[in-house]
C-alpha cells in the first residue's frame, strides 16, 4: 500500500498543479480475442420476445436492433427467476476494443450473477470499423468515442437509446433501472453515455477506461464507480509511459490527461465536490469518494495495485474479487 499512496500522492498534486487532456482504452496491448473465441451465447437465433407480460423464455438469446441504419447483435441472458408479471433492472456490460459481446461475457460474471440477483444481463456487440488507421481497429468490434471514432451515418449513443426502449417495451425492465458497465474501451464509451444519454441510466460502473468528452454536459448526474490499475499497460494510470493504444487516433491526449484528474473533471462537471474523501479499498487499493453531488450521485474512483489490465476476476488479475459483485453492490449501494 506505500507504493500506492505514493504514486496517488503525486498523482494528485499533479492534478492540482494542472495538467493536459482526458484518458482511454485499457485493453491488455497483448491479449487480442477475437469474435470467434468465446462460447458462451447458447443460441445464435435472433428472438422476437412477447410483450412484457406474456411468457418469456429464460436463457441466453440474440436480439438484432436497428439504429441509424445500423445492425447491432445484442446478446441477452434471462434468469430463470425472471417474471414477466413484473418490471426489473437490466445491466447493460459494453466491450472493450479487440473484443466483443461474447468475449466479454466470457469473464464478465453478469450472466451467472443474474441468476443469483434476477436482472436481465445484455452485453451489445459494437460494429466493426470503417475507419483507416492501425490494425488493432480491426480485431473484434468497437464503439464510437473520441470524434477520429466518429463515422459517418454511425451513432452509438442513439444505438443504445434504442436498445433501452426495446428493453423497457419487450423484455420487462424497470426504465428507472437501467445500469451500465465498461470494460476498457467499453467504460469509455459508458462515460460517452453518462455525458449524452443520462435520462436513461441509472448508475454506472466502470473499469480500466477514463474519458471525458469534450462539451459533456450530463443532463442527469450519474452515480458513477471507477476502478483502475496502478499498472495497467494500455491505460497508465499517471498520464505518461507507453502503450499500443497511442497508434489509436485520437487516443494520446487522452491517455496524456491522466485517469485521476481525468474523474475529478467528470466530477466536478456534474456539480460534486472535487476535493474526494479517501479510505482503503480493502487491502487491495484506496477508494476516492467525490461526495455532495445534486441528488446524492455519488462519483467514486478506486486506484487499485493488483488490477494490471480492466476487469475482477481470475482472467487479470489475482484480487480474488468478482467484477460482476463489485459492480451490483456499488448498483444497489446508489441505486433503487
Request: net charge negative; with cysteine; charged share 20%.
Amino acid at each position: 500500500m506505500r507504493r500506492l499512496h505514493a504514486l496517488i500522492i503525486i498523482v494528485v498534486l499533479a492534478t492540482a498543479c494542472g495538467s493536459t487532456e482526458a484518458p482511454t482504452d485499457s485493453a491488455s496491448s497483448t491479449s487480442t480475442i477475437t469474435p470467434s473465441t468465446s462460447t458462451t451465447s447458447t443460441t445464435s437465433t435472433t428472438v422476437a420476445p412477447p410483450a412484457c407480460g406474456s411468457s418469456l423464455r429464460t436463457g441466453s438469446q440474440e436480439l438484432v436492433i436497428s439504429s441509424g441504419g445500423k445492425e447491432y447483435i445484442v446478446e441477452i441472458h434471462v434468469p430463470e427467476s425472471w417474471t414477466e408479471t413484473e418490471t426489473g433492472p437490466a445491466v447493460v456490460a459494453f466491450h472493450s476494443l479487440t473484443y466483443n459481446a461474447a468475449a466479454f461475457r466470457s469473464y464478465s460474471g453478469f450472466d451467472e450473477l443474474s441468476e443469483e440477483e434476477n436482472f436481465l444481463s445484455v452485453h451489445p456487440n459494437g460494429l466493426d470499423t470503417e475507419l483507416d488507421g492501425p490494425a488493432l481497429l480491426t480485431i473484434g468490434k468497437n464503439w464510437e468515442i473520441v470524434p477520429d471514432f466518429d463515422e459517418e451515418g454511425r451513432d452509438d449513443v442513439e444505438f443504445f437509446r434504442d436498445l433501452a426502449s426495446v428493453l423497457v417495451d419487450d423484455w420487462c425492465v424497470d426504465a428507472n433501472r437501467i445500469r451500465i458497465a465498461g470494460d476498457a474501451l467499453g467504460a469509455m464509451f459508458s462515460m460517452t453515455l453518462i455525458c449524452g444519454a443520462s435520462d436513461v441510466i441509472e448508475t454506472a460502473y466502470v473499469m480500466g477506461g477514463m474519458y471525458v468528452p469534450p462539451g459533456c454536459t450530463p443532463d442527469v448526474p450519474t452515480p458513477v464507480m471507477h476502478v483502475h490499475g496502478l499498472d495497467n499497460p494500455g491505460f497508465p494510470y499517471a498520464g505518461d509511459g507507453p502503450s499500443d493504444f497511442r497508434q489509436v487516433p485520437g487516443v494520446n491526449e487522452i491517455l496524456d490527461k491522466g485517469v485521476f484528474e481525468a474523474f475529478t473533471e467528470m466530477a466536478g462537471l456534474v456539480g460534486c465536490d472535487t476535493t474526494p474523501s479517501e479510505s482503503d479499498f480493502g487491502e487491495l487499493g484506496i477508494q476516492f469518494d467525490f461526495d455532495g453531488c445534486p441528488d446524492g450521485a455519488l462519483h467514486r474512483h478506486v486506484a487499485v495495485d493488483v488490477l494490471k489490465n480492466r476487469w475482477f476476476g481470475e482472467k487479470y488479475d489475482t484480487s480474488g474479487l468478482d467484477g460482476a459483485r463489485v459492480a451490483w453492490d456499488f448498483f444497489t449501494e446508489v441505486g433503487s
